[in-house]
């Protein structure tokens, strides 16, 4: 029996080639199509609250997000005070205690989500259609009647204290920090990250209504709703939930000059079997001429999985498992990070190898093959990062955050898919000027040092060892 059904085994795989011939070749590829969103609309209460309506999707779902500009950057040298204050707006509001918040939101068919980053906070939730009026009127109770019970705070502050704990910990975390501080300056908003410890101890519940009080208003926040929805009482629910709102101040505006480059930044951690590593250059800010030619440069080099220093450093020479390269966008300014952990050992051929691709992105004409691929890869991205009301929405909060036009969405497609290898060349030429790189080191010293001085194009840069945090 067994050499019976062995041999039948053997002939069916036989026959499997001949059988795949009988089929016909897959469909070409199309060319990507624009991203184009449907009508949304925009208007402003007259406290100056923005509303942005977005009819997406078919599921009977509705994504509420209000978003409001108090985030680090509007905590100024408290750092991390903005998320004592959002970890704090979950604890009740509107007379509600935060289990009655967790189930009445549960009863609509979502979860409530408070999180504060550096430019905003934002309170969001996912519901069934039909409790979006009701879904909006929570959120209005979130982010305008907090409760903010004092005897929450020592347990919301230990929790980030273990956060913060478990983040130092981290060597990623360490580099981020050593060059946010080498970049903007340990007294600005991008360049103090996190707090130490007694910092985060010492924040009071005065403090934290403070920062509520002061800093969230109707001029600084945009409600965005996506999905299904009536639209007529989702006006009237955002009418009633919002228009009393206090206009609050001015959104705040600030300054990021970068420290000019070339810098070198070494922290030595003994005996550490990795080196991290993190390049920055400074970058044309978002909605400029020359922004999406170095998106699109960007990827190729070392933004997308495919790109050149993932294949090299990490498919052909397996110095590390996830290098990456990406271009972190602030309001009026931007810096291009490439970022990787690798073998001690190999630390300084990693380091030469990338400066060995932005050489060759700088000089040798990208193909019209490779130039292809990225681009289409790009642009059915953006489609697929845009396929849901949540992610959308996303979209439009750094869009708006940012400053770009309205119509950026829809024009995003037809500018990646029309920048040339030419385009991108150029773009490699000004982007990565290494005579002006900052280049953060950490890892073993002993044994990483002597491979740096090795490079040529460290030559003559300053070198400098801090420590962090």
Request: aromatic share 10%.
């Given at each position: 029996m067994k050499r019976v059904f062995f041999a039948s085994l053997l002939a069916l795989a036989a026959a499997t080639p001949a059988l795949a011939q009988d089929f016909p070749p897959p469909p070409a590829i199309g060319e990507p199509k624009p991203f184009k969103l449907p009508a949304t609309e925009t208007y402003t209460l007259r406290n100056g609250m923005q509303v942005t309506l977005i009819p997406y999707g078919v599921a009977p779902k509705t994504v509420v997000s209000l978003q409001v500009r108090a985030g680090g950057v509007a905590a100024g040298d408290k750092t991390w005070l903005e998320d004592v204050t959002a970890e704090m707006m979950k604890e009740g509001a509107g007379g509600r205690s935060s289990a009655e918040l967790a189930t009445l939101v549960a009863g609509m068919g979502g979860n409530l989500n408070i999180a504060a980053g550096l430019q905003t906070t934002g309170i969001s939730t996912n519901v069934l259609s039909e409790y979006a009026p009701a879904a909006i009127a929570l959120l209005a109770d979130v982010a305008i009647r907090p409760d903010l019970p004092a005897g929450e705070l020592a347990r919301i502050k230990a929790n980030?204290?273990?956060?913060?704990?478990?983040?130092?910990?981290?060597?990623?975390?360490?580099?981020?920090?050593?060059?946010?501080?080498?970049?903007?300056?340990?007294?600005?908003?991008?360049?103090?990250?996190?707090?130490?410890?007694?910092?985060?101890?010492?924040?009071?519940?005065?403090?934290?209504?403070?920062?509520?009080?002061?800093?969230?208003?109707?001029?600084?926040?945009?409600?965005?709703?996506?999905?299904?929805?009536?639209?007529?009482?989702?006006?009237?629910?955002?009418?009633?939930?919002?228009?009393?709102?206090?206009?609050g101040p001015e959104i705040v505006t600030l300054d990021s000059p970068h420290q000019p480059g070339p810098k070198v930044v070494l922290v030595d951690r003994p005996g550490a079997p990795q080196t991290t590593l993190r390049l920055a250059f400074d970058a044309s800010a978002a909605g400029s001429d020359e922004d999406i030619p170095q998106r699109v440069t960007n990827a190729l080099l070392g933004g997308a999985f495919s790109s050149r220093i993932t294949r090299n450093i990490r498919e052909d020479k397996g110095y590390t498992y996830s290098p990456y390269s990406d271009v972190d966008f602030h309001p009026g300014e931007a810096l291009w990070t490439f970022q990787a952990d690798v073998t001690t050992a190999v630390t300084g051929a990693s380091l030469s190898e990338v400066f060995k691709e932005i050489r060759r992105m700088q000089t040798e004409p990208v193909t019209a093959e490779e130039s292809k691929g990225i681009r289409t890869y790009m642009a059915g991205l953006f489609a697929i990062q845009n396929s849901t009301s949540g992610a959308v929405v996303g979209t439009l909060v750094t869009r708006d955050v940012l400053g770009l036009p309205a119509d950026w969405t829809e024009r995003y497609v037809p500018a990646v898919l029309a920048v040339t290898p030419e385009a991108m060349t150029a773009s490699a030429r000004q982007a990565y000027p290494l005579d002006k790189m900052t280049l953060v080191v950490l890892g073993d010293l002993k044994t990483v040092e002597p491979q740096l001085k090795a490079l040529p194009e460290l030559k003559g840069l300053p070198i400098e060892t801090v420590k962090v945090p």
């Open positions: 980030l204290s273990r956060e913060l704990s478990g983040a130092l910990s981290q060597p990623g975390t360490l580099a981020d920090i050593a060059l946010g501080r080498t970049v903007f300056g340990p007294d600005h908003p991008y360049g103090r990250t996190v707090p130490t410890q007694e910092q985060l101890a010492g924040y009071t519940i005065d403090q934290v209504k403070a920062f509520h009080s002061g800093q969230f208003g109707a001029r600084r926040a945009h409600l965005y709703v996506a999905g299904r929805f009536d639209a007529a009482s989702v006006k009237a629910a955002i009418d009633k939930a919002f228009a009393n709102w206090k206009q």
